[in-house]
Each structure stands twice: as structure tokens, then as C-alpha cells.
């Protein structure tokens, strides 16, 4: 079959990688793709949010299958489009979707379900919030609303950082207008749970934890993530459990109750607490960065679990059992500005996967074209051996503008 893939980061190599190893698949496209996707796919210079070009792309070149990577298409509708026009693809609705897109949906939604999260309310006034934020103990979290590329949570420590806050996502409408969810501090660490979810079936992936703090020793401000790794040795088999039977499944029975079944990637952002395990949050897609160190310990035919999730059909999860831990090169600047179009030289020395985060093609050169640019992801028989074999890898690529964090999986090895 031919497949389209909608999107252009290391998620989107992720993916591309994994089908690339399906027997079932002919060629597969990605719009818009990066340079690294490109030595694997053809790109297509579509955008994301381009849905009827996209939905035309899929007709005129006999797509059997597309697959969405990131929030920004799905939000758009883009399964919606493709769907009235019978096309085969794997993502949850607009509608269903909401579960990423509006913080207060899925907020409200849990707390309907009786779904284990932290307290909140939402408020679009800033006094308003602000008030409430002062009343109450801090550290405070803050969540935007709508979508914010990863970025749109603060933890504030102290009055004045949850007043810059509150004025960046309510007067300045930093990204875009909206509300502003506050939500009870919880403490313990977070861990990410995706499963591949069809109406009530829930087919659940092995967990990964992401690093969010752009620098060493989790310092620095808040990123889409700097790294990851798989699988978690302090979430517990009872604690994955719990979580598959208290969490993840009841939310997919809540979202066909509310009318919006789910089919495609829940992803459970979620932390093991004191009083127990508790959602942060909802993506309706693959995480990222974690997607690349999940899908090259999938043995499972991709194909077939995607085409049984869009289908409402049946498949079965095979996993490997090796470790897999990603280091993410980001531009020096990053979350904050950065500089594009700096060479990257040494690709060529590197014996790991490397995905593409933020990189084109400027000739012969492959450059810097984002924030995160490249994601190095080592395997091992333990989490130590994939930790020494992508820090082996990263120090084989050249580039002056990257810099990484050197202490990936320090909640599991204890560093």
C-alpha cells in the first residue's frame, strides 16, 4: 500500500521508520516532512493545517492509508475531512480531539467520570484568577487552554512568576485568546502512557518518561521535551495496571458516552503521587519525543494496528524487551529564540536511529531549521547501555548552535 504521513518532526520520522519496516508498505509520503524523513519518504510540501489539499493529495495518489501526527492537524479536522470523503485514517475526530485542544474539556470530563486528577478551575478574567491564585498555596500550575505547542504550562513557585503567567495567557494572549485552567500542585514523578485506543478498545504501549526542563538536573524553563527513555523501572507492573484500568479506559468508555469516541493515540501524561496516580494531562496523539524511543521497541507490524484502529478491527502488541533511551540537540536559545540554517556535519559517524526534529535541506548541507533539531536514540540490554551509546552518538555530530542535556533517565538511574 502507499501511506501518507501528516507532519514534519522526529515524531513523524518515528513514524515513517516504523512502517518503513512493514512489508505491507510500497512508498510512503509525508507532508511536509524534514530532511531526515526524506531519505525515507517522498515530502510533499503541504502543511499540516492544509486539509482539503491534503484530503486531495490522498485521492489523487491512491493513499490507502494517512496517518496524523501532530495536535495542530488534528485540531484542524483534518480526519473529519478525510473521513466524509472515505478515506482510511488513523487519528480521533476534531470533536474527539478536544481532549487535547481545551484543557477545561478534559478537566471537566474527568472530574464527570471520577478520572484521578488534580482540583482546578478555569477562569478567562485575570484579576479573577489572579485572586484565586493568591488565595491559595503555591506552587501554583497554570495550564493554557487551548494549544501551545508544549509550552503553554507554568509552575509557578511564587506570586510574581504566576502573575507574569497569568498576564502572558490572559492579557497579552501569548497563544492566542483563550482561558486559563489553575490546577492543585501535585508531587511525584511523571511518567507517559499511550495506548492505541478504538471506540472501547484500548491496546496500551510501553510507558516512557520525557524530560521537559530544557537543561541538566531539570533547570531551565519548560521545552516539548529535551529527551527520553523506555521503559520506566520505578512505575511498577500494579502501578501500569491501575493506570490501564482506572485511567485510560474509563476516559475511552467517557469519550464514546459523550458521543466523541476516540480512535487513534490517547496519551496519558501522568504521575505516580503519594495518594496514588493522577493525570496531568491529555495529548489525542503520539508524544514527542516519546514516540521515538516507543516505536523502535514495538515488533508488531505497525500497519496492522493502525488499520485495526481505524477500522474498529482487532490487533495484537508485541514489544521487545531492550531499552531505548533519546537525546534531543536543540538550538542554542531554545525554548526561547534561537538562530536557524547552522550546518550539521558528522550525521554520517552515527550508529544510532537519528530522527529529524527541525532540519532542511540547503543543498548538499543539512541545517538547523528549529528549536529542536535532532533526536539521538541509543539501545541497550539496560537503560545504562542506551544511555552511553546515544551520548557516543551525540558527541559524533558537529554543529557549534546545538546543545543537549547530558542526564537523560536520571530518575531511573539514580544520577
Known amino acids: 500500500m502507499q501511506v501518507l504521513v501528516i507532519g514534519s518532526g522526529g515524531r513523524e520520522h518515528a513514524v515513517v521508520d516504523a512502517l518503513s519496516r512493514s512489508p505491507q508498505v510500497d512508498k510512503i509520503f509525508c507532508a511536509p516532512g524534514n530532511a531526515g524523513i526524506?531519505?525515507?519518504a517522498e515530502c510533499v510540501a503541504i502543511r499540516e493545517t492544509e486539509v482539503?489539499?491534503?484530503?486531495?493529495?490522498?485521492?489523487?495518489?491512491?493513499?490507502?492509508?494517512?496517518?496524523?501526527?501532530?495536535?495542530?492537524?488534528?485540531?484542524?479536522?483534518?480526519?473529519?475531512?478525510?473521513?466524509?470523503?472515505?478515506?482510511?485514517?488513523?487519528?480521533?475526530?476534531q470533536a474527539a480531539a478536544r481532549i487535547e485542544s481545551s484543557k477545561e474539556f478534559a478537566k471537566e470530563l474527568m472530574a464527570k467520570y471520577a478520572i484521578p486528577t488534580a482540583g482546578f478551575r478555569a477562569f478567562t478574567d485575570y484579576e479573577a484568577a489572579r485572586e484565586y491564585v493568591a488565595g491559595r498555596p503555591l506552587p501554583a500550575v497554570l495550564k493554557y487552554d487551548g494549544l501551545a505547542a508544549g509550552k503553554g504550562v507554568v509552575i509557578a513557585a511564587s506570586m510574581e512568576e504566576?502573575?507574569?503567567?497569568l498576564k502572558d495567557m490572559?492579557?497579552?494572549?501569548?497563544?492566542?485568546?483563550?482561558?486559563?485552567?489553575?490546577?492543585?500542585y501535585l508531587e511525584g514523578p511523571e511518567f507517559s502512557f499511550m495506548c492505541f485506543v478504538s471506540g472501547h478498545r484500548v491496546w496500551p504501549m510501553v510507558l516512557a518518561q520525557d524530560h521537559k526542563r530544557a537543561y541538566d538536573g531539570d533547570k531551565g524553563p519548560n521545552t516539548g521535551g529535551m529527551g527520553a527513555y523506555s521503559p520506566l523501572p520505578f512505575i511498577t507492573e500494579e502501578d501500569r495496571r491501575y493506570a490501564l484500568e482506572h485511567i485510560m479506559q474509563p476516559v475511552a468508555d467517557a469519550m464514546v458516552a459523550e458521543g466523541c469516541p476516540f480512535r487513534g493515540v490517547l496519551y496519558g501524561g501522568l504521575m505516580k503521587t503519594p495518594q496514588g496516580i493522577q493525570?496531568?494531562?491529555f495529548n489525542a496523539r503520539f508524544?514527542?519525543?516519546?514516540?521515538?524511543v516507543v516505536l523502535p521497541r514495538l515488533k508488531s507490524d505497525i500497519v496492522d494496528i493502525f488499520c485495526a484502529v481505524a477500522d474498529g478491527g482487532d490487533a495484537q502488541l508485541e514489544w521487545h524487551d531492550f531499552a531505548t533511551l533519546g537525546i534531543v540537540l536543540a538550538s542554542k536559545g531554545y525554548p526561547g529564540s534561537y538562530e536557524k540554517g547552522a550546518e550539521i556535519k558528522g550525521l554520517d559517524a552515527v550508529s544510532c536511529p537519528v530522527y529529524h526534529m527541525g532540519t532542511k535541506c540547503d543543498g548538499d548541507r543539512i541545517v538547523t531549521a528549529g528549536g529542536r533539531v535532532l533526536f539521538v536514540v541509543g539501545r541497550g540490554a539496560t537503560l545504562s547501555e542506551a544511555r552511553a551509546a546515544a551520548l557516543a552518538d551525540v558527541a559524533r555530530i558537529d554543529c557549534d548552535n546545538l546543545f543537549h542535556r547530558t542526564d537523560i533517565g536520571h530518575w531511573a538511574l539514580d544520577d
Do not use: Y
Open 170 to 184: 490572559l492579557l497579552d494572549d501569548k497563544f492566542g485568546a483563550g482561558k486559563v485552567v489553575v490546577e492543585d
Open 279 to 281: 493525570v496531568i494531562e
Open 52 to 93: 482539503e489539499r491534503l484530503r486531495d493529495f490522498a485521492r489523487e495518489n491512491d493513499i490507502a492509508l494517512t496517518v496524523v501526527g501532530p495536535e495542530v492537524a488534528l485540531a484542524a479536522g483534518v480526519v473529519d475531512c478525510f473521513r466524509e470523503a472515505g478515506l482510511r485514517i488513523f487519528g480521533p475526530t
Open 287 to 292: 508524544g514527542d519525543p516519546e514516540t521515538e
Open 162 to 165: 504566576a502573575d507574569a503567567a
Open 38 to 40: 526524506a531519505r525515507q
